[in-house]
């Protein structure tokens, strides 16, 4: 199995060393492999995963939400469990979207009064 440093992985990520180890002490990718001097080796399936997470946090996922999504994967539970897990989040964005695009209008608003 091909491994790579963390230096590499976090370069193939875009994220900086904390947050793959925060990832990994908050459960949310791993158990990462190690050599036999101690150092962490990042596997594809690994990167994968910090892909994964990333792009939840990038949608605004928090670390509770990511958890429970990362359980409901890793045991394994129906699809449908996984599906209603999504549609749940992406309602929620929706939502956020909507909120930030009115926010928006206010904004364009007062620029406007004060030009």
Do not use: N
């Amino acid at each position: 199995m091909t491994t790579i440093s963390p230096a590499a992985a976090a370069d193939r990520t875009g994220v900086s060393l904390d947050t793959l180890r925060y990832y990994e002490r908050e459960g949310l990718i791993g158990p990462i492999r190690r050599s036999a001097g101690g150092h962490r080796e990042y596997t594809e399936e690994d990167v994968f995963w910090i892909g994964l997470v990333t792009c939840f946090r990038d949608a605004g996922l928090g670390i509770a939400d990511l958890r429970g999504f990362v359980a409901i994967l890793r045991a394994e539970h129906p699809a449908q469990d996984r599906v209603a897990f999504l549609r749940e989040r992406r309602a929620a964005l929706e939502e956020r979207v909507a909120a930030l695009s009115r926010a928006m209008v206010v904004l364009d608003e007062k620029i406007a009064y004060y030009s």
